[in-house]
Structure formats: structure tokens, C-alpha cells
T-cell receptor, first 114, second 114 residues
Framework: DQQVKQNSPSLSVQEGRISILNCDYTNSMFDYFLWYKKYPAEGPTFLIS?????DKNEDGRFTVFLNKSAKHLSLHIVPSQPGDSAVYFC?????????????FGQGTTLQVKP | NAGVTQTPKFQVLKTGQSMTLQCAQD?????MSWYRQDPGMGLRLIHY???????DQGEVPNGYNVSRSTTEDFPLRLLSAAPSQTSVYFC?????????????FGPGTRLLVL
């Protein structure tokens, strides 16, 4: 059973526009959520995170929104740049007692066109 | 800091062969994990460790062994390789700060089992 789902395998946006990547989870015990970015032939790199005590976290062009009642989070990239083209993974964890255990979604491939 | 290093980068095995994927980190992180990435499946946790001498199973541990004799190293052993273990393997290390945890990934090992 997939506890973290990214239902859109791919997304294509124009440079300068907003990219919105979505993620849904089923386990209500998750209380910490992360987004990772992955380029081909490289390991994932941490992008931004949010704990369940917040509903929004912003870092420069990247903002993550969390809707706990809907068990949904989204990553907004504004403005999108060609260098943002990569695979984006959302991940979730239970912060207490499960350090090192992240559950990942399937990933969404973002293409930003110049 | 080299961060998280993995060797080899690429390996071809025959069914039934054994091998060890090496992972090392120089950030003095207590927590280390192994993931495999398969198309459409995202990253799935194989094994993880919360400190030297302590390991536990993740989502897909069958066919893999781990040990953690030092803080720095966390090797992953395939005792008898199977074609289903063809995948890209990522090692990660992390630290825990309050409720926030950030995992740092290595560049990956691409494994092909014939």
C-alpha cells in the first residue's frame, strides 16, 4: 500500500510561470514532510520541509503548503526556471522514534521550458 | 567534507553472486539508511541504522543484510543476487534536530543483475 502518493508522473511549465507539485498521504501519524529534488545520475538533494504544526513554509522561490485535514501537501515554485527541471520527490516521516525512516512518493518529473 | 560517498558507481552481477555496496559519510551523522529506486516506485527504504551497532529493517529488506560497526560506514550486502534486485541504490545519512531531520544522499550505485 502506497502511503505517500504523487499522482502526476510529469509536469511541464513555461519559464517564469508557477509550478505546482502535489503529494497525498494516507498515514495520519506522519508529522514531518520533505521535498527532495533529483537530477539524473545524482542522489536526491533536500529542498524544503514542513512539520505538521505549520501549514506553510517558504524558502525563496519554494513554498510548501500542508493541508492536514485533506492529507495533502504541495510544492510551489515561483518563478520556475529551466534549472528547476528535475524529478521531485515528496517524503514523510513520523518524527518520534523513527529517525532514518522516510517514506517517499513515486516522484514527479518537472520540465521547465525556456 | 566529502559528504556521503558510495562505491561502486555501477556493477553488473550474475544471478547468485554476492557483493557489498559500500557507503561512507564524514559528517558524523548518527543515522544512516539504504534506499532503492525503481521506475514508478520512488525510493523505498531497505535498512536503516540509528547508530553504530544498531540496525533495523525498512520496507523492502528481503535479500539484503547490513551492519554498522562504525559511525562512518554502512555497507549493504547482497548474499545471492537476483534479477529483481536490479535497481539504483542510494545511501543516506542524517542528523536529528528537534523534530526536523534532513537526509543527505550519496550519488547512488547502479546495479544490474543478469
Amino acid at each position: 500500500d502506497q502511503q505517500v502518493k504523487q499522482n502526476s508522473p510529469s509536469l511541464s511549465v513555461q519559464e517564469g510561470r508557477i509550478s505546482i507539485l502535489n503529494c497525498d498521504y494516507t498515514n495520519s501519524m506522519f508529522d514531518y514532510f520533505l521535498w527532495y529534488k533529483k537530477y539524473p545520475a545524482e542522489g536526491p538533494t533536500f529542498l524544503i520541509s514542513i512539520s505538521s504544526i505549520k501549514d506553510k513554509n517558504e524558502d525563496g522561490r519554494f513554498t510548501v503548503f500542508l493541508n492536514k485535514s485533506a492529507k495533502h501537501l504541495s510544492l510551489h515554485i515561483v518563478p520556475s526556471q529551466p534549472g528547476d527541471s528535475a524529478v521531485y520527490f515528496c517524503a514523510a516521516s513520523r518524527s518520534l522514534g523513527n529517525t532514518g525512516k522516510l517514506i517517499f512518493g513515486q516522484g514527479t518529473t518537472l520540465q521547465v521550458k525556456p | 567534507n566529502a559528504g556521503v560517498t558510495q562505491t561502486p558507481k555501477f556493477q553488473v552481477l550474475k544471478t547468485g553472486q554476492s557483493m557489498t555496496l559500500q557507503c561512507a559519510q564524514d559528517m558524523n551523522h548518527e543515522y544512516m539508511s539504504w534506499y532503492r529506486q525503481d521506475p514508478g516506485m520512488g525510493l523505498r527504504l531497505i535498512h536503516y541504522s540509528v547508530g553504530a551497532g544498531i540496525t533495523d529493517q525498512g520496507e523492502v529488506p528481503n535479500g539484503y543484510n547490513v551492519s554498522r560497526s562504525t559511525t562512518e560506514d554502512f555497507p549493504l550486502r547482497l548474499l545471492s543476487a537476483a534479477p529483481s534486485q536490479t535497481s539504483v541504490y542510494f545511501c543516506a545519512s542524517s542528523y536529528y534536530q528537534g523534530i526536523q531531520e534532513t537526509q543527505y544522499f550519496g550519488p547512488g550505485t547502479r546495479l544490474l543483475v543478469l
